[in-house]
């Protein structure tokens, strides 16, 4: 999953916590961590607020290298 593995390089990079993104993107923890271990689906709804959480554009998160 292309978009859960740039969340996860974003955060990573930045030196952030998944729980703080959760709770800056209005999901919880658990939801975060579900995306991006591939067990559930990032919904359109959450696109917005996860890429502003990470204070990344929203087509950061959907890039292929």
Do not use: H
Not at 35 to 62: Q, T
């Amino acid at each position: 999953n292309p978009v859960a593995s740039n969340v996860i390089k974003i955060i990573e990079s930045k030196g952030l916590k998944q729980r703080v993104i959760a709770e800056k993107a209005n999901m919880t923890a658990q939801a975060l961590c579900d995306i991006l271990n591939g067990r559930r689906i990032l919904k359109v709804s959450e696109v917005n607020n996860l890429a502003k959480s990470l204070c990344v554009e929203v087509n950061d998160l959907f890039k292929t290298e």
